[in-house]
């Protein structure tokens, strides 16, 4: 069992950032890295970042590239996501992953909650 805490979702204006944070706790052992997912409405979820314990290598969708950090630390099994020049496009439901990260995404095992994130005009 793994329990994914997420927080740092709001509401900012374009152009402004925010910070995500996602604590894992449990059975950790069979993930090998995590990441964020996002779902706007009407749209079907979408990859948006992961990063693997082990090397710490990281992946981005191009939408995100240049704009979105994440960032682990593996001793607290966090991941971060620092969003910076944020679009209204950005708008979304972000969802905590845990699981498997291979050849440039990721295979999700668990899942958070979800947190709102809301950029206007």
């Known amino acids: 069992q793994v329990q994914l805490v997420e927080s740092g979702g709001g509401l900012v204006q374009a152009g402004g950032s925010l910070r995500l944070s996602c604590a894992a706790s449990g059975r950790t052992s069979s993930t090998n890295g995590m990441g964020w997912f996002r779902r706007a409405p009407g749209k079907e979820r979408e990859f948006v970042a992961a990063?693997?314990?082990?090397?710490?290598?990281?992946y981005y969708a191009d939408s995100v590239k240049g704009r979105f950090t994440i960032s682990r630390d593996n001793a607290k099994n966090t991941v971060y996501l620092q969003m910076n020049s944020l679009k209204p496009e950005d708008t979304a439901v972000y969802y905590c992953?845990?699981?498997?990260?291979?050849?440039?995404?990721?295979?999700?095992?668990?899942w958070g909650q979800g947190t709102q994130v809301t950029v206007s005009s």
């Open positions: 992953a845990a699981g498997r990260v291979i050849f440039g995404t990721m295979s999700p095992n668990y």
């Open positions: 990063i693997a314990w082990s090397g710490g290598n990281t």
